[in-house]
């Protein structure tokens, strides 16, 4: 079983629609988790990070769960530039500083 | 801010043949990753510093890859003789350091390099 698990997808979904990924994560001594956005060949880039009480950002809302270890993100009116992949990291403080990333989800919006 | 700089972007070769790739970091983050990224996965670690130091490389192939961080700055990951299976995309990160709590990383674009 891998560390950090997504569900690949692809997420097929209309523009405006509201649409969310889980990232379900192994080791209970994880500390740090994180949401990145990768668009096709390029860098994942920061998109939040990830914090016990939940955070948003505009459209974007992450939440966590430590008792059944995942973390949430969902993105609400999604525009058409919203189109990318979604990698989760999740930081062990077992072995500080390394993050471990999921292999994404894949979102698509349509017209 | 100048962000983190990787070179060469592409690189083709055959295989047998090495092959070395160049990071400089973000100016004052003393923490550098070297990652591998296959086509539909996530990036898996191979490396990281801290300052000078090599402080995890449980996941990199020490029988041909090799890396290098010497004044503590910018960084070289070196594969020799590279194989079919080396074709990915090697990234480079870095961070400001670990000290506990969250450690942002921020990529640079990467080298994709194709083994034929």
């Known amino acids: 079983r891998k560390e950090v698990e997504q569900d690949p997808g692809p997420f097929n979904v209309p523009e405006g629609a509201t649409v969310a990924f889980n990232c379900t994560y192994s080791n209970s001594a994880s500390q740090s988790f994180f949401w990145y956005r990768q668009d096709c060949r390029k860098e994942p880039k920061l998109l939040m990070s990830v914090y016990s009480s939940g955070n948003e950002d505009g459209r974007f809302t992450a939440q966590l769960n430590r008792a059944s270890q995942y973390i949430s993100l969902l993105i609400r009116d999604s525009k058409l530039s919203d189109s990318a992949t979604y990698l ?24 | 801010e100048a962000g983190v700089v990787q070179s060469p ?12 790739f160049w990071c400089n970091p973000i100016s004052g983050h003393n923490t550098l990753y070297w990652y591998r990224q296959n086509l539909g996965q996530g990036p898996e670690l191979l490396i990281r510093y801290e300052n000078e ?18 004044k503590g700055v910018d960084s070289t990951l070196k594969i020799q003789p590279a194989e079919l299976g080396d074709s990915a995309v090697y990234l480079c990160a870095s961070s400001l350091g670990w000290s506990g709590g969250t450690d942002t990383q921020y990529f640079g674009p990467g080298t994709r390099l194709t083994v034929l």
């Open chain 2, 53 to 70: 130091e090599a402080v995890d490389d449980s996941q990199l192939p020490k029988d041909r890859f090799s890396a290098e961080r010497l």
């Open chain 2, 9 to 20: 972007r592409y690189k083709i070769i055959e295989k047998k043949q090495p092959v070395a």
């Open chain 1, 88 to 111: 989760c990291a999740v930081t062990f403080n077992t072995n500080a500083g390394k993050s471990t990333f999921g292999d994404g989800t894949t979102l698509t919006v349509k017209p």
